[in-house]
């Protein structure tokens, strides 16, 4: 791409130095009177001004159109990493509320364990008094 504009501005460059060298050979063998010379230099001045400006207006053209796009591509980045991210939150909601779900699941079966042997060490105890 940069590739590009160094060829068009070589182009233009070329195109600009050509005519004006083949202008200025062609006005001093052509045999003409000094007005008329003086007339076609002008001629000759506002054709090469009038064409570069129509190269700098293409140019600034495609430049608006570059930045654009990029800018297009830009917002088209961010939306999809904002989706990523948003669906990765989602994910990692997911595992930790199921991690939650685990963890709270042992919790109460924990709970229950001590409940259990608790209550089997007071029959022990009950029991060992009662035999004495």
């Known amino acids: ?48 001004v009038e064409d570069a400006e129509e190269y700098i207006s293409t140019a600034r053209e495609k430049a608006v159109e570059l930045i654009n796009e990029g800018k297009k591509r830009a917002d088209n980045m961010i939306s999809d990493a904002r989706k990523r991210a948003e669906e990765l939150l989602h ?19 924990g709970e229950k364990i001590r409940d259990a042997m608790k209550a089997g060490v007071e029959t ?9």
């Open 91 to 109: 994910d990692a909601e997911k595992v930790l509320s199921g991690a939650k779900d685990k963890a709270g699941g042992l919790v109460g079966e």
């Open 1 to 48: 791409m940069a590739n590009d504009g160094n060829t068009a501005k070589g182009f233009l460059f070329g195109l600009i130095a050509g005519g004006a060298i083949g202008a200025a050979l062609a006005l001093l063998y052509a045999p003409k009177s000094g007005r008329e010379l003086r007339g076609d230099i002008k001629k000759r001045t506002d054709d090469l």
């Open 124 to 132: 022990f105890k009950e029991e060992r008094t009662k035999g004495k």
